[in-house]
């Protein structure tokens, strides 16, 4: 630890030693029937307020991974962990994890050339055609190959559907449209359109390389020129043991994105023309039969490749009971942001990041304060995980579920706090993830005691369910679950407002009006969903027949 971050963890926990007695003098004044538990736990405001301020703070220079600022924020969740007698449950006896990371960026605008059947040949333009995609494991790539187009690249056996049924992949390049079809059940389509299970699939299938193209529909919501002024960002994965990079479907590595005048380019004398793949492909089955585009592509890129260093930061409350205390229920919150921004027009470039994600840990830390000061302790144990480089992709949560610090078999269940927009008194609470284990009545009980109602997902197209980090413990097979606040009593209004005006930008600050008792209300929803979860006589299980169960429930 520097002396500079050895200072901030230092006056870090002297604000929370200076604060305390007002947050026990607040939570007796405050404190309703309805919001004691039997345990004795009433989340505190001004707690959370508190954690909020130090990890929203400019000293952390918006907490990016492997920097200064992440590394003062891990030591000051270190130092709650310490203060409330946490177990440390990191490397070498103390709270930390050691992350060992792979950054990665575009070097240049890279090129993309191709030659028709006809022996015409032509280029893409960078920046209006498309953006390149940076390598984690190889500074330099050139490739030629023919091209294939495979629709969503989907392959559900479940739906009877495979979208390569037919297609040749091997040593040649898949174009894949973004997204899954609209009619597919939200956290399935979810699954299905992450680009890294499009392209794990096809390298299974021997293609070599991934070129992404829009929808008509995707192109409205995520704009391609919105990426030209980040595609030079650093990137993020693990490296393994033998200090390999992790990347997923890595045979077949995401080469580029395309844009629609990209893609026209490519479709030149294509089967089927791109207007009517376009067209099918936006009904709710959306299917289209791939085919083989009359084109051999040849694409070279330029990446800049760096090895850092950060850290996960994982403590244990130990339960009670002498046969299921070796099981632990999982509390997970990422601590991390996007850092300084390097472009854009903001005179403040600091990412604070404080509904993304400070408010989450903050509730973590108030949650385990809770299970602390209980008057009984829980029945499972409690492993609280801070986790690192969410926002490069959930690499610290995957980091972890592939080398976890207890043992992979007694990991019992995810409660992941990740982003609530506490801006409002909200009423509902969207359950990832829930309907599909037995963590469901769990928490249908635990929201009913809050007078809280469970809502399906407003926002099926955005993917939620798989961009953060309780997904990578779905992929090992443990039962998992993610909140969000609802829309309802105006939790639309400010959950867009917020989309629009503060996400992934500087002004996600703490001159937002937070709402600091809607606040505490969701550290009690999720402190009760935990100790439903660490009390039961059963440890959680998939319901039968359950797609993640059955894709991932074996490992």
């Known amino acids: 630890m520097t002396p500079f971050s050895r200072r901030a963890a230092v006056v870090g926990a002297a604000l929370l030693l200076i604060v305390q007695p ?18 004795g736990f009433t989340p505190s405001p001004a707690a959370i307020k508190a954690h909020m301020t130090f990890l929203a703070d400019d000293l952390l220079e918006g907490r990016e991974a492997g920097t200064r600022g992440y590394d003062i924020a891990a030591n000051y969740v270190a130092s709650q962990y310490a203060q409330l007698g946490v177990k440390p449950a990191g490397d070498g006896g103390g709270y930390l994890q050691q992350v060992p990371l792979t950054a990665f960026r575009a070097a240049s605008e ?48 479940e739906r009877g559907r495979d979208d390569y049924a037919g297609l040749d992949l091997k ?14 059940p939200t956290e399935e389509r979810a699954h299905y359109a992450s680009a890294a299970t499009k392209r794990a699939e096809a390298a299974s299938r021997g293609a070599v390389g991934a070129l992404m193209m829009p929808t008509t529909s995707y192109e409205k919501r995520r704009p391609f020129a919105r990426g030209l002024a980040g595609y030079q960002e650093w990137r993020m994965t ?10 997923r479907g890595g045979a077949a590595p995401s080469l580029a994105t395309l844009s629609l005048t990209g893609a026209a380019k490519l479709f030149a004398g294509a089967p089927v023309a791109l207007d009517a793949v376009l067209a099918a492909v936006e009904t709710p089955d959306g299917r289209v039969k791939g085919f083989d585009l009359p084109m051999q592509a040849t694409v070279q890129l330029k990446t800049e490749i760096e090895k850092r260093q950060s850290s996960n930061v994982v403590g244990l409350i130990e339960g009670s009971d002498p046969a299921l205390k070796a099981q632990v229920v999982v509390l997970s919150a990422h601590l991390d942001h996007l850092g300084i921004s390097t472009h854009g027009n903001d005179r403040d470039k600091i990412n604070n990041g404080a509904l993304d994600n400070a408010s989450g840990v903050a509730t973590l830390l108030e949650v385990a304060r809770g299970f602390k000061e209980a008057r009984v302790r829980p029945k499972r144990s409690i492993l609280l995980l ?16 592939h080398n976890p610090t207890v043992a992979k078999a007694d990991i019992a269940a995810d409660v992941n706090l990740d982003m609530p927009v506490l801006l409002y008194d909200f009423q509902d609470v969207v359950a990832f993830g829930a309907d599909r284990s037995s963590i469901g009545p769990a928490v249908a009980r635990a929201a009913g005691r809050m007078g809280v109602t469970l809502s399906p997902d407003p926002l099926p197209e955005e993917g939620l369910f798989t961009r953060s980090d309780h ?18 009593n105006g939790g639309e209004k400010a959950f867009k407002d917020f989309l629009a005006t503060h996400y992934h930008k500087p002004s996600d600050d703490l001159s937002q009006p937070i709402n600091y008792q809607a606040a505490a209300r969701f550290a009690r929803v999720n402190y009760e969903i935990a100790r439903e979860l660490a009390n039961a006589p059963a440890r959680p299980t998939w319901n039968r027949g359950d797609f993640f169960g059955t894709l991932f429930g074996k490992k």
């Open 22 to 39: 007002a947050f026990a003098a607040e939570t007796t004044a405050k404190a309703t029937p309805q919001a004691r538990s039997a345990a």
């Open 110 to 157: 890279g090129g993309i050339s191709y030659t028709g059947a006809n022996g015409k040949s032509g280029s893409l333009t960078f920046g209006e055609d498309y953006l390149p995609s940076a390598q984690a494991a190889q500074a330099q790539l050139s490739l030629t190959a023919p091209l294939v187009f495979v629709g969503y690249g989907v392959n559900a056996p």
């Open 171 to 184: 040593g040649k390049i898949a174009v894949f449209l973004n997204g899954a079809p609209s009619g597919f």
């Open 238 to 247: 693990w490296r393994d043991a033998q200090d390999v990079p992790f990347v």
């Open 386 to 401: 801070a986790v690192t480089a969410e926002e490069k992709g959930l690499v610290g949560s995957e980091y972890f579920a």
């Open 471 to 488: 997904y990578r413990f779905v992929e090992q097979g443990i039962p998992s679950v993610f909140l969000m606040t609802g829309f309802k």
